[in-house]
């Protein structure tokens, strides 16, 4: 086995020597970063060299014909080992060790390509899947392709045949998502950098098209953190690979936008979202490369400002250095110096219209009201659906989410229709209303009784009665309001319920796992009331204190409602729960502090 030279296996222990003394700044605690600690361009390349070069030696271990699993990990894998290869100050510059791993990978990555040059990973023969597996891998093969050294000319001329193989495929292939025909231009702008072809052009400029949709806060259709940042990163490739400047402004107003959606923490919050990630909130780092390039771009010191914040994270290391490098050199802007900056201002209140979410920050202290689930209410990727109409964080003590929940007919939570502003008061509201059936008109029976099969006018299920041609009868109203103040930090929650009296009322609240409740009461299946007085929520020595609480009943099962419950899913999430109760007519005011 050839063994690292050792000039470059000294270097790299010294930049490991240096690299406690680089992770200083992650000290700092994210609320009220200061930017006084900018990383310089020096210290980030090293501490990606630094890493990168530590994925390699794991990689070296463990990669072997017969161990790997085909995923998208597989082109992060190829673009790692690729990087250290290349980079002069690596320990594994032009190391046989790394070319020996690449040919396995290239082995399994053409064993792995269909006919039709897609490959399968989560979708079969999916166009989208092949194109975000090209992102990665078109970045390597350019750095590749730009050393050619005579020891990787079989790899660059094998990853070549796979390249254009799914190149053919997107350049025909269909997509599923809104997000999936921006990641197929990316990749097909990628390919097109390393082997130019017209047809790569014509395809990206069809599916430009369409147009890039927009809406006036800065949403892309999916409103998800998730794939926002996949399609900034799309428009920033094919702006940036075939000079197509105009596709940054959608890029500037989703950044700019996405800064309000920053938690203390880096969390995002996710309340609007269409996807998957309404229910899972996701870390900003998925948006680290679009700030910083941009923050060059336009020396934008707002998006340095985040860009830097993003480098004080713990997490930084894992989730942007593991992977960076390969980006790095195959974009040398990204390795420019960010603008002067300030540190991102923590006080505001934005009210984002067009999918009904207010954010509020004060120093370390965030709120957010949501009220913009899209009606009908259906369970279904690409609908916003979630219950979560209210959280609440102090640092470490983290409200995640409060929902409100009645026995009206087993419709479960209550989701507002829109937010409304009234001075500096946010109101959510909805009435609901459910009817009986009566006969159906003379005219519109058969003798067999075969109607069709259609959902009630409420909502909550599908029979074969053909409802919509009913008349109703005996309809009962509940009418629910849900006021919201915030002053200093604090925040005011007055509710009120009513129309048909005698409902059970739930409201249900959920901290973050792993904190201390105080000031609650345990039932024997272990479910938490706050029955009077207030509760404190404590975590890692920062507390909410929250109430006051009221119960009128202790049945706190089948929330959701009829949707889920009839088909045994449930909403529940990990936490720490405390529940408050009470029966229509309900008013009660609850504060957070």
């Not at 990669?63 to 085909?70: C, M, N, R, S, T």
Request: some cysteine.
């Amino acid at each position: 086995m050839t063994k690292i030279k050792r000039d470059a296996f000294l270097k790299m222990g010294a930049l490991v020597l240096l690299a406690p003394f680089s992770n200083n700044f992650l000290a700092q605690a994210a609320v009220g970063h200061s930017s006084k600690h900018i990383l310089s361009n020096n210290e980030l390349m090293q501490r990606l060299l630094i890493a990168n070069d530590k994925q390699v030696a794991d990689l070296i271990k463990n990669i072997g014909p017969d161990e790997i699993k085909f995923a998208r990990k597989i082109g992060y894998d190829f673009a790692n080992l690729s990087a250290s290869y290349c980079y002069p100050d690596s320990a594994y510059y032009h190391s046989p060790l790394v070319v020996s791993k690449l040919e396995i990978l290239l082995e399994v990555l053409e064993r792995f390509q269909t006919a039709d040059g897609t490959v399968n990973i989560g979708n079969l023969e999916s166009p989208p899947d092949t194109a975000f597996l090209i992102e990665i891998l078109s970045a390597a093969t350019y750095l590749l392709i730009k050393d050619n050294s005579p020891e990787i000319r079989k790899i660059n001329d094998g990853i070549k045949g796979f390249m254009l193989r799914a190149g053919d495929a997107l350049t025909t292939g269909g997509v599923h998502t809104p997000n999936h025909r921006w990641v197929v231009s990316a990749a097909l702008a990628g390919i097109n950098k390393i082997y130019p072809n017209k047809k790569y052009v014509a395809r990206i400029d069809d599916w430009l098209g369409e147009g890039v949709y927009m809406d006036s806060d800065g949403h892309y259709p999916e409103r998800s953190g998730i794939y926002s940042g996949v399609e900034t990163n799309a428009f920033i490739t094919i702006g940036r690979l075939l000079n197509r400047p105009a596709l940054y402004e959608s890029v500037r107003k989703n950044l700019t936008m996405t800064y309000y959606y920053i938690e203390p923490n880096g969390e995002m919050v996710t309340n609007d979202s269409r996807r998957q990630d309404q229910y899972a909130p996701k870390s900003v780092m998925n948006f680290y490369l679009q700030y910083r390039f941009m923050a060059i771009h336009d020396k934008n010191p707002t998006f340095a400002a985040v860009a830097s914040f993003i480098e004080s994270l713990p997490e930084f290391e894992e989730a942007v250095l593991a992977t960076g490098l390969f980006h790095f050199m195959e974009d040398p802007l990204l390795q420019q110096s960010l603008p002067s900056h300030d540190a991102l201002t923590n006080n505001y209140e934005k009210l984002f219209t067009t999918s009904s979410l207010l954010r509020i920050r004060k120093g370390s202290t965030s709120a957010t009201l949501f009220g913009g689930a899209d009606w009908p209410i259906t369970i279904a990727s690409g609908r916003s659906n979630s219950p979560n109409f209210f959280a609440y964080r102090k640092v470490n003590a983290v409200l995640k989410y409060a929902r409100l929940s009645t026995a009206f007919f087993s419709m479960g939570y209550f989701y507002s229709e829109g937010i409304r502003k009234n001075g500096t008061k946010y109101i959510l509201h909805k009435k609901l209303e459910i009817p009986y059936y009566q006969p159906l008109p003379k005219n519109l029976r058969n003798s067999k009784g075969d109607y069709k099969l259609s959902p009630s006018v409420d909502g909550r299920f599908w029979n074969k009665m053909d409802f919509k041609n009913r008349p109703v009868s005996n309809v009962k109203t509940q009418d629910t309001t849900i006021t919201f103040s915030e002053s200093n930090g604090a925040v005011e929650l007055n509710f009120s319920v009513t129309g048909l009296p005698g409902v059970a009322v739930t409201i249900e609240l959920c901290f973050e796992q792993g904190g201390k409740l105080s000031g609650v009461s345990t039932e024997k299946d272990g479910s938490q009331f706050l029955e009077n007085g207030y509760g404190k929520y404590e975590m890692d020595g920062d507390t909410i204190e929250f109430g006051p609480g009221t119960v009128a009943d202790k049945s706190v099962a089948n929330l959701e409602g009829e949707k889920y419950s009839s088909h045994f899913g449930s909403l529940k999430t990990k936490g720490e729960y405390v529940y408050l109760t009470g029966i229509t007519p309900f008013t009660h005011t609850l504060k957070f502090s």
